[in-house]
């Protein structure tokens, strides 16, 4: 992948995690190949039981890193890879270099390679521009990774749909990833805050797919007395929301690690998601569902695989503001009396999203 944590995002967290419950399976040895973006001083650590191994890189613009492929310590990583008969590769998501580079080398040692799809649609960025470029980056990259792959697997029903769809892939597999929930220490710290008010809130990274214009809109239009909106989570539309909304009784957190915000996430009352069509299933949604929370969610990044409308959740039309604003004025009135939902939404997960059943499903796609 072309981060691993201590970068803060979806994609990473799922990685570290596929790798953890790899070993701890005992399915193989794990060597995690990523971008160094940080300088970090090592050349390698360990991390869940994975050697993580760097490569010279920097951000070419905000989270697309390139690698230094002029730096001598770059192709000393590559040489120095051990290949065996049993070697895989795997990459995740088609729009980083990283599965570009790896899928070469993969082509390169005639290794099985296996692609795991994270997209459901095309990016959306900051500016129309970016977005035309990374469209264009999508139609020319796409047809090496997605055409010479010895396999395609998708994380969503979604995300196999727009492979399949825009990229004429066939036999896309659908893999259920799993999902872990840290022990919560109760920090109270919006329940004091904001004392008596329902806490509605986002949290995830704030690029322009997640739709949060509509989100704050719909709550500036709503008027929820005796409600908070509370925006977790950073990224390039963190300074222009923050600025624009700053009047509205929005308040924004700004970064945090991931541990911060899921404490913080299990005071919230109404969990809102709000994506446009781009990414897939948000961990930020199934932890949503594991804490109880009130659920309102937009179809999109997979969540109307996993939420029924009035089953475990509030599923609405579209990503319009008029229905999230719809999503929040019934949450408002209903989160009190609603408790089935967060009944239904444990026995879910559990049942789903089990990452020690999953990552065996995984092992025996890949070999």
Same mark, same amino acid.
């Given at each position: ?8 995002? +979806? ?15 005992? %399915? ?17 650590? &360990? ?32 040489? $120095? ?51 035309? @470029?990374?469209? +264009? ?38 893999? $259920? ?29 704030? *690029? ?6 509509? %989100?704050?809109?719909? *709550? ?12 977790? +989570?950073?990224?390039?539309? %963190?300074?222009? @929301?923050?600025?624009? *909304? ?44 594991? %804490?109880?929370? *009130? ?16 089953? &475990? ?25 609603? &408790? ?28």
């Amino acid at each position: 992948m072309p981060y691993f944590p201590p970068h803060v995002g +979806g994609v990473e967290k799922v990685g570290q995690e596929i790798w953890k419950y790899w070993t701890k399976e005992k %399915l193989g040895s794990v060597t995690h190949i990523i971008f160094d973006v940080w300088q970090i001083q090592q050349s390698d650590y &360990n991390d869940s039981g994975c050697r993580v191994v760097l490569l010279p890189s920097f951000d070419l613009v905000s989270n697309f890193p390139f690698p230094k492929f002029w730096r001598p310590s770059f192709w000393k990583v590559l040489k $120095n890879i051990p290949i065996d008969e049993n070697t895989r590769v795997i990459t995740h998501t088609r729009f980083f270099l990283s599965s570009f580079i790896w899928g070469l080398f993969a082509q390169i040692h005639r290794l099985e390679w296996t692609h795991i799809e994270h997209g459901s649609g095309y990016v959306k960025l900051s500016s129309d521009l970016k977005s035309k @470029l990374a469209y +264009g980056y999508d139609r020319i990259v796409w047809k090496y990774i997605f055409k010479k792959a010895t396999r395609v697997v998708a994380i969503s029903q979604a995300c196999k749909n727009f492979v399949e769809q825009e990229f004429a892939i066939k036999d896309v597999q659908v893999w $259920n990833r799993g999902v872990d929930f840290p022990e919560i220490q109760s920090q109270n710290s919006l329940k004091e805050k904001f004392p008596w008010k329902t806490i509605i809130w986002y949290i995830g990274r704030l *690029y322009k797919w997640k739709n949060l214009d509509a %989100l704050c809109q719909a *709550y500036r239009e709503s008027d929820l007395d005796n409600s908070q909106l509370v925006i977790v +989570g950073w990224w390039e539309e %963190l300074k222009r @929301l923050s600025a624009e *909304y700053a009047s509205e009784n929005i308040y924004f957190t700004g970064e945090k690690t991931f541990l911060d915000s899921f404490w913080l996430q299990a005071e919230f009352d109404i969990h809102m998601h709000p994506s446009s069509q781009w990414w897939g299933l948000a961990t930020t949604l199934l932890q949503a569902m594991q %804490l109880g929370s *009130y659920i309102v969610v937009t179809p999109f990044e997979w969540a109307n695989e996993v939420i029924q409308d009035k089953i &475990n959740g509030v599923l609405l039309v579209d990503d319009s503001s008029q229905e999230l604003m719809r999503g929040l004025k019934y949450a408002v009135s209903q989160y009190k009396t609603e &408790n089935r939902f967060a009944e239904y939404n444990a026995v879910y997960i559990k049942q789903n999203f089990s990452w020690k059943k999953n990552i065996l499903v995984l092992s025996d796609i890949i070999k």
